[in-house]
């Protein structure tokens, strides 16, 4: 199932400036998560596997199954929201995943959306959003609880990551000018497409085109190219969210919906 990804313009160097043990593996087959049997096809291209492990007390009971299954005793690697592309430092060395349908973008694009893998997998942070919110998490699902149901909460909640993890990773992206300019132009035009998207929010979520948390979506994505958010969206895109992660996504959460009622 899994091939080694020949790597091509720019990606070697990233790659060897960010994340040189990683392994970026071609999939015959889409997937959102990799049941245990298929990811422990993985010792057949990686040396070992290295399970993430919580205890799992924090997660509500009411939580949806790929929850539960995720912090629970079997392997798990990938989940809804990855997208094309999807990373895990589960296996030693790490995965950078490219699936198939990514077969029909751009090339530059898709070099662009590894690179930004490999990136992330540089920075000590977890693979998944429940990493990020842990023990916040219940108060997370108080705060939506009344307003979101099961999927829109995963949504937003994956959402709130990718801007976390883009206020990290933008510095690094619009440094790459003169370096990896193909990359660079790849991130810069990616931007200029979805800036007219979040001009538009405000006007689609009150006319009700838009649900709230498919506009977190867009809006989150916006933070890792450094673009003008609209509100409340904004308040996501400072440092005091750098400085306090998941405590400041629950406030965040709370006092945006409390101002929605």
């Not at 160097?13 to 049997?37: I, K, M, Q, S, W």
């Not at 997660?59 to 005793?73: D, K, M, R």
């Not at 070099?111 to 540089?122: G, H, K, R, T, Y």
Request: net charge negative; with cysteine; proline share 7%.
């Amino acid at each position: 199932m899994f091939t080694e990804r020949s790597l091509s313009g720019d990606l070697p160097a990233v790659r060897e400036g960010y994340a040189p043990e990683t392994l970026v593996l071609n999939c015959d087959r889409d997937f959102e998560t990799l049941d245990p049997a298929v990811a422990e096809e993985l010792l057949l291209v990686t040396d070992s596997l290295d399970q993430i492990s919580y205890d799992g007390a924090w997660l509500p009971t009411t939580a949806p199954e790929v929850l539960q299954q995720y912090i629970g005793s079997d392997l798990t690697i990938g989940m809804p929201g990855d997208g094309g592309v999807a990373w895990t430092r589960q296996t030693v060395p790490p995965c950078v995943f490219v699936k198939p349908r990514l077969e029909t973008s751009p090339d530059d694009f898709v070099s662009f959306l590894i690179a930004e893998a490999l990136v992330e997998v540089s920075l000590d942070e977890p693979e998944h959003f429940l990493g990020f919110f842990r023990d916040q998490y219940p108060a997370f699902v108080r705060a939506t609880e009344d307003h979101l149901d099961a999927n829109a909460r995963y949504q937003l909640a994956a959402a709130m990551y990718t801007a976390y993890l883009g206020l990290q990773t933008r510095a690094e992206f619009a440094g790459w000018a003169d370096d990896f300019p193909d990359l660079y132009a790849a991130w810069d035009d990616a931007g200029e497409r979805l800036q007219p998207r979040l001009d538009d929010l405000p006007s689609e979520i009150a006319q009700g085109q838009t649900e709230f948390a498919a506009a977190a979506e867009l809006a989150c994505s916006g933070i890792k190219h450094g673009l003008d958010l609209p509100a409340p969206f904004d308040a996501l895109d400072t440092d005091a969210y750098l400085d306090h992660g998941a405590d400041y996504a629950v406030q965040w959460t709370e006092t945006t919906f409390e101002k929605m009622e």
